[in-house]
């Protein structure tokens, strides 16, 4: 007998170090919905296509299929992801 959920949640530590240029912070989209917190504060920002970028702060949904990017800050970067 099944939960009623079509689908699990996967959650990963991910770290970004401040040394990062824009070529390795590219525009991208991913197959799922996700959650992202961040675990660390930095002044790093992240920025929807089509959108000014905004501060990273505490808790971001992003959209499956939706391009995005992070924009580096000072410092590292820590942040939990969650796949839905």
Do not use: A, C
């Amino acid at each position: 007998m099944g939960t009623g959920r079509p689908y699990k949640e996967e959650e990963e530590i991910r770290y970004f170090s401040s040394e990062l240029t824009e070529d390795d912070l590219v525009w991208h989209k991913d197959r799922e919905d996700r959650i992202v917190e961040v675990i660390e504060n930095t002044d790093w920002q992240f920025q929807f296509d089509n959108q000014l970028p905004q501060q990273l702060k505490s808790r971001l949904f992003i959209p499956k299929e939706t391009y995005h990017r992070i924009i580096t800050g000072t410092g590292d970067l820590k942040i939990k992801v969650v796949k839905l």
